[in-house]
């Protein structure tokens, strides 16, 4: 009589057990998210000290009353119609702000760009043209203020004495409502330094067999740099332009000392002096936040201020990123 040997049947719909907790295969899992999680924890911690937690304790005082000294009070949205309805200087520093961020950042992308394709294309002494556009940059910003109320002085400055050499009426700069900002313009694209590396580092990035192909076909010099320069380099123009609307959103020692140094008032201890001198045009909303916070000590409006300004910054960030605004060329 023939033994029949059977396994039994696994039962139907079953699939592969799942791996024991103390599998080799979940402790490799396991090493390599703590590996990751340690070469993430610098960024996780400055993140959360630096920007998470401050952005939460804005919002936070945005809604209290704080004067720095008694606890905090819950007062609603008291602050936000403050400084968005009844502040009087909300709206000139906002304007100035935006000013600067659209005319000082489209001014020193293009500056930058056009010195750093002069000097690509210099044959001869690039060395020292690189050094002459950079070394400004390295001065710090108030000393470069400093300098520059003095140069643009319209009774005692270099700067409208040649001027009058030649016949012309200099304009009154740092003194003048209406040349303050364009002043502060000529400040920035003094120390453009920064740009001109970034711009130099990318246009020598671009292969030259393109360029010898444009010319082959006939391509004139703006042909090649329509065709051929800008298309490799707009990350990099995008690059420029977001952190240009980041730090001019955040404009402050300039405007600052040029107003008080124009001004004439002798700054001494116990001096308190408005910022935004002539006539608030050079007040931005950095300077306001300062004034509100740390003068008025008003925390909850200074707190209001704050995010307005992040607000904007992100938005025109997000703007600028999208594809449809030109400065990232479509994916194929």
């Known amino acids: 009589m023939a033994l029949s040997f059977s396994t039994p049947a696994k039962s139907a719909g079953r699939g592969t057990e799942p791996a024991p907790r ?10 390599e998210r703590l590996r990751t999680l340690g070469f993430l924890s610098p960024w996780l911690v400055g993140f959360s000290v630096f920007f998470g937690y401050p ?24 602050n936000w119609r403050y400084v968005l309805e009844q502040m009087p200087l909300f709206g000139p520093a906002l304007w100035n702000t935006l000013w600067l961020v659209v005319v000082m950042v489209a001014l020193r992308v293009v500056f930058g760009l056009g010195v750093g394709l002069l000097i690509t294309k210099i044959k001869t002494g690039v060395g020292l043209f690189r050094t002459a556009f950079y070394v400004p940059y390295l001065a710090p910003p108030v000393a470069a ?3 520059f109320v003095f140069l643009l002085n319209p009774s005692t400055g270099p700067v409208n004495e040649m001027l ?27 120390g453009i330094g920064d740009l001109m590396v970034i711009f130099m580092a990318s246009l020598l990035d671009v292969p030259k067999e393109q360029y010898e192909a444009a010319e ?16 490799a380099i707009t ?12 730090q001019t959103m955040q404009y402050y020692t300039q405007a600052l000392v040029a107003g008080k140094l124009a001004s004439g008032v ?8 408005q910022p935004g001198y002539p006539d608030h045009s050079t007040l931005t909303v950095p300077q306001l936040v300062y004034s509100m916070g740390f003068q008025n000590f008003n925390t909850g409006a200074a707190c ?10 992100m938005a025109v960030t997000l703007l600028l990123m999208r594809k449809s605004v030109g400065l990232i060329p479509a994916e194929d």
């Open 304 to 313: 209001v201020l704050s995010l307005v300004l992040f607000a904007i910054a």
């Open 55 to 78: 952005l939460i304790a804005t919002v936070y005082f945005s809604f209290m009353h704080y004067n720095q000294i008694k606890a905090p009070t819950f007062v609603g949205l008291r």
């Open 235 to 246: 990350p990099i123009v995008l690059f420029a332009v977001v952190t240009g609307v980041v």
């Open 145 to 147: 203020t400093v300098a």
């Open 216 to 231: 082959l076909d006939g391509a004139g010099a703006w042909t090649k740099f329509r065709y051929v320069t800008w298309p």
């Open 22 to 31: 103390d599998s080799p295969l979940r402790r490799k899992r396991n090493r």
């Open 266 to 273: 002798s700054i001494g201890p116990g001096t308190v002096i």
């Open 164 to 190: 009058s050499w030649i016949g012309l009426h200099g304009p009154s700069w740092f003194n003048d409502p209406d040349w303050s900002k364009p002043s502060l313009v000529l400040l920035s694209l003094w």
